[in-house]
């Protein structure tokens, strides 16, 4: 009987041991359970953070892009009036040249229109 009785000793030993080797496992495992959800936790705002400042930012992109449309816009039609505005006076000129090089005054007067001008 006492060889039984020290082979249950020696068992339940052994049983202790894995208990509490067990418990120390599970306490190890449930520290780094713990610390990886207040990481999580922790990417989690980060995460929502950057969601927000991305939505800000690619509000503002679409802004400067509705922006950039007006202004390519403005720029183009202001060209194009600028364009019509040399146009004509390029015609203007032209068509005063035409009228100068016409002898609307005699000799004589162009002369007196000469002086005045210089003097």
């Known amino acids: 009987m006492s060889e039984t009785a020290a082979r249950l000793q020696t068992h339940n030993q052994e049983m202790v041991k894995c208990l509490n080797l067990l418990r120390n496992t599970r306490s190890v495992l449930e520290d780094r359970i713990a610390a990886q959800e207040k990481q999580k936790n922790s990417l989690r705002k980060e995460i929502d953070r950057l969601q927000r400042a991305l939505a800000e930012l690619?509000?503002?992109?679409?802004d400067n892009r509705r922006k950039l449309g007006d202004c390519t816009k403005c720029l183009?039609?202001?060209?194009?009036?600028?364009?019509?505005?040399?146009?004509?006076?390029q015609l203007l000129l032209l068509s005063a040249k035409e009228k100068s090089g016409t002898n609307f005054l005699t000799v004589g007067e162009e002369k007196r229109a000469a002086l005045l001008s210089t003097g």
Not at 58 to 62: D, K, L, M
């Open 76 to 89: 183009s039609e202001t060209e194009s009036g600028y364009n019509k505005v040399v146009d004509t006076l």
């Open 58 to 62: 690619e509000g503002s992109i679409e």
